[in-house]
């Protein structure tokens, strides 16, 4: 059984297409979390919920707005796609907001734009 | 501001020998340090963590790490590696109170040469 999945693993698309990632998690956890992960590698926070609730937003622009219909998904809709957007996006979910809950990564979705 | 630096980003080593990658962090509050592991087009591992307490932590095949605060420092370590062992690993520092996200260095790969 896999504990944090997301869907579609891999995404191509056009600039100015509107486009969504979905996760999901079949921990129990009240936390999940979005994270880009740049063509260097470097691996930055983008959302974070806690059952259902926003509770961190770094600086995305207002093209990203994540929804989390339930404690077990967070889904990611990208609207006006841009070429800085390609990334892989992983999910993650905790079994709490505090450090001390381990945070389980999802496989990842590649986006690529062209 | 809280930070990690991962000083080397590519660290060669044949199979069998000892390896040593490096993380130094900046955070003028508790932090709880964290390894990651990721192979190639997955996700993120917890390799092992340090919340408190004794500072040599043991996590999972094989790898430990040494949290020294005077030298603001949590450096991984396995005494002997094998080629599953490449991979790209990650350092990160979770922020304290009630925001559990990571703050992730820019990560090292770890090539193992037979």
């Known amino acids: 059984d896999t504990a944090v999945s997301q869907t579609p693993k891999y995404l191509v698309t056009q600039m100015g297409n509107d486009k969504s990632i979905k996760c999901e998690q079949n921990?129990?956890?009240?936390?999940m979390y979005w994270y880009k992960q740049d063509s260097k590698k470097f691996l930055k926070i983008m959302f974070s919920y806690n059952n259902k609730e926003l509770i961190i937003n770094e600086t995305v622009p207002n093209r990203f707005s994540p929804k989390s219909p339930d404690k077990a998904h967070l889904n990611l809709h990208i609207n006006s796609l841009e070429l800085g957007d390609s990334a892989v996006y992983f999910c993650a979910s905790s079994q709490g907001v505090t450090p001390t809950y381990e945070q389980y990564f999802g496989p990842g979705t590649r986006l690529t734009v062209t | 501001a809280q930070s990690v630096t991962q000083l080397d980003s590519q660290v060669p080593v044949f199979e069998e020998a000892p390896v040593e990658l490096r993380c130094n962090y900046s955070?003028?509050?508790?932090?709880?340090l964290f390894w990651y592991v990721q192979y190639p087009n997955q996700g993120l591992q917890l390799l092992l963590k340090y919340l408190s307490g004794s500072t040599l932590v043991k996590g999972i095949n094989g790898f430990e790490a040494e949290f020294n605060k005077s030298q603001t420092s949590f450096h991984l370590r396995k005494p002997s590696v094998h080629i599953s062992d490449t991979a790209e690993y990650f350092c990160a520092l979770a922020r304290g109170g009630s925001q559990g996200n990571l703050i992730f260095g820019k990560g090292t790969k770890l090539s193992v040469k037979p």
């Open positions: 955070s003028s509050v508790s932090v709880y």
């Open positions: 921990l129990g956890h009240d936390t």
